[in-house]
């Protein structure tokens, strides 16, 4: 990617407090995927194969419910930037192209997985919930805001495509239909590396845009990942929620 990487010490120590606390919410909300019943489940000894393949087919079906819109609203977002930051432009360009086929990965690997093909259904709330968010954040924020919403989209995928991949290796899951997990799984953490020095670069020079950052971070967080993956959860028939637990335990 078009993008000049500079020695850390050229950015300020505002910039790097920022990209420290930015990091961390990521990190926070890691830690509720793998607190949340999906996650729980997918790991305990019960959890069949089948059961596992489900939950993921419907998380890729999700994904191809807002891929799309994601995209294009982030090109609009940046398009929206100062036209002199031309290196910019370019950086976020490229790595945005890169993305774009990934709703195709995840239809692929959805119809893998046994889900019909997904393509001509309408959203489900929880997605279309993600598109909104993006689609307003892109026409309405700050454009360099974009970079918190999407370094919460690229560091938590290279997370959790990471820490999955032990499970897929143990309980033999097909390589097949979960291209989109392996493969995430080394280039997010590519990419979150390379948001992370546009991260600083931005911050360095635009002092008022790590607000606009944390904004973006949070209307974003509001509905992803946990709505859209609790969703997934139920479309996989998953959910059997006990009487005598009305907060939602998971009976095995
Ligand atoms: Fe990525």
């Not at 897929?168 to 992370?196: N, Q, S, V, Y």
């Amino acid at each position: 990617m078009n993008v000049v990487v500079k020695e850390t010490s050229a950015y300020s120590e505002e910039a790097h407090a920022a990209f420290e606390k930015l990091d961390a919410r990521v990190k926070s909300v890691f830690a509720q995927v793998t607190a949340w019943r999906g996650w729980q489940f997918i790991h305990a000894p019960g959890a069949s194969r089948d059961q596992i393949i489900a939950l993921v087919r419907e998380v890729f079906h999700s994904v191809v419910m807002y891929q799309a819109d994601t995209t294009e609203a982030g090109f609009h977002m940046f398009g929206r930037l100062p036209k002199r930051e031309v290196r910019l432009i370019q950086a976020l360009c490229s790595h945005k192209a890169e993305e774009a086929e990934h709703g195709i990965w995840a239809a692929e690997d959805h119809q893998k997985l046994g889900g019909a093909h997904p393509s001509k259904v309408k959203p489900s709330p929880a997605t279309f919930a993600v598109a909104a968010v993006w689609w307003r954040v892109a026409e309405i924020e700050d454009p360099l805001g974009y970079l918190g919403a999407e370094y919460l989209f690229e560091e938590l995928t290279a997370l959790v495509t990471a820490a999955l991949i032990p499970l897929i290796e143990a309980r033999d899951l097909p390589r097949d239909g979960f291209r989109f997990i392996i493969e995430h799984a080394t280039e997010d953490a590519k990419h979150a590396a390379f948001l992370k020095h546009l991260i600083l670069d931005v911050a360095t020079r635009y002092p008022a845009s790590i607000e606009s950052m944390f904004r973006c971070f949070d209307y974003f967080n509001q509905v992803y990942p946990i709505p859209v993956w609790d969703e997934a959860f139920k479309r996989a028939g998953l959910e059997v929620v006990s009487p005598s637990y009305p907060g939602g335990i998971i009976e095995r």
